[in-house]
Structures are given as structure tokens and as C-alpha cells.
């Protein structure tokens, strides 16, 4: 329960300060809740706003050091996504490339890095297309693993 606010002008401004502090991390709170609330996986398209759907969204974060010191390079990884992931997912996907780094059990791993993001209407046969992308670049390139983050987006064109 909160006392009786101070009377004095400096007390006061702390006072109100604090109160002010309180209401905007109950706002905040709320807004979160409001934001959670909408992407909802079992309220489907009704939580988009209008003319957005509901579409699953996957990304894939590929590692490009290999086991031999050397790394994937721009050629390889073209027709690597012109094999495996196109055919798989034709109807569009970005790709954006990065630096990423990670901790291993004799200090941090460092390397460059590529994200692959597909966004798709859900069906029986992701997974195993998803799953199939995923062993492909383990095989083909000499990885440990590929990590896989999946979510769902109001997407509209």
C-alpha cells in the first residue's frame, strides 16, 4: 500500500517520480500482454490485422567455419540453396549473411555466418523439408548442427 505522499518539494518529485515509474511498467505490462495475446498460435488469422495472415516462420542460422579451417564460400552456398532449399520452398526466402560467435568447451568459436528466412503456409510435409535442408548442409559441409528457430508472422504482401 502506498503512504501518504510527501509534502516537501524535493521528497515530492521523488514521490511522483516513482509513482510515474510504476504506471509505465504497468503499461508497458499490459502492452506485452495485448502483443502476446494477438500471436497466439490457436487463434489463427483472426489475431492479424486486416489483410495479414497467419504464416509459420522458420529460420535457419548456418555456420560457415569447416572442420578443416576453411569456409563455405559464396559459390558453394548458391548451389547448396539452388538444391536443397528452393526445391523444397520455392515460393521466396532471404537469406542474410552475418558474423556469429558461440561457446565451446575450450573458449569461444567464432565465425561468418548465414539466416535463412522462409516464411510459409503450414503443411504436413515442413518438417521433413525443413529436417531434410538441415541434414544436407550437416553432410555436405562437415557441421555439428544447424539451429532452427521457428514462430509464426502476420505476413502481408
Same mark, same amino acid.
Given at each position: ?38 500471436? *497466439?498460435?490457436? +487463434? %489463427? ?7 495479414? =495472415?497467419?504464416? &509459420?516462420?522458420? #529460420? ?47 573458449? *569461444?568459436?567464432? +565465425? %561468418? ?7 510459409? =503456409?503450414?503443411? &504436413?510435409?515442413? #518438417? ?30
Amino acid at each position: 500500500m502506498l503512504s501518504r505522499p510527501p509534502r516537501s518539494g524535493k521528497l515530492m518529485t521523488q514521490y511522483a517520480s516513482m509513482l510515474l515509474t510504476a504506471m509505465g511498467c504497468i503499461a508497458l505490462g499490459a502492452a506485452a500482454v495485448i502483443a502476446l495475446r494477438t500471436a *497466439l498460435p490457436g +487463434e %489463427g488469422v483472426a489475431a492479424c490485422r486486416q489483410g495479414a =495472415a497467419m504464416m &509459420a516462420r522458420l #529460420e535457419l542460422l548456418f555456420g560457415t567455419g569447416r572442420p578443416d579451417g576453411g569456409a563455405v564460400g559464396e559459390v558453394e552456398w548458391q548451389a547448396f540453396v539452388d538444391a536443397e532449399v528452393t526445391p523444397r520452398f520455392p515460393d521466396g526466402l532471404t537469406v542474410l549473411t552475418g558474423y556469429g560467435q558461440w561457446r565451446k568447451t575450450h573458449g *569461444l568459436r567464432k +565465425e %561468418g555466418s548465414r539466416v535463412l528466412m522462409i516464411w510459409h =503456409a503450414p503443411a &504436413a510435409d515442413s #518438417e521433413a523439408k525443413i529436417e531434410a535442408i538441415r541434414d544436407a548442409y550437416k553432410a555436405r559441409f562437415g557441421q555439428d548442427s544447424v539451429m532452427r528457430v521457428d514462430g509464426l508472422s502476420c505476413v502481408r504482401f
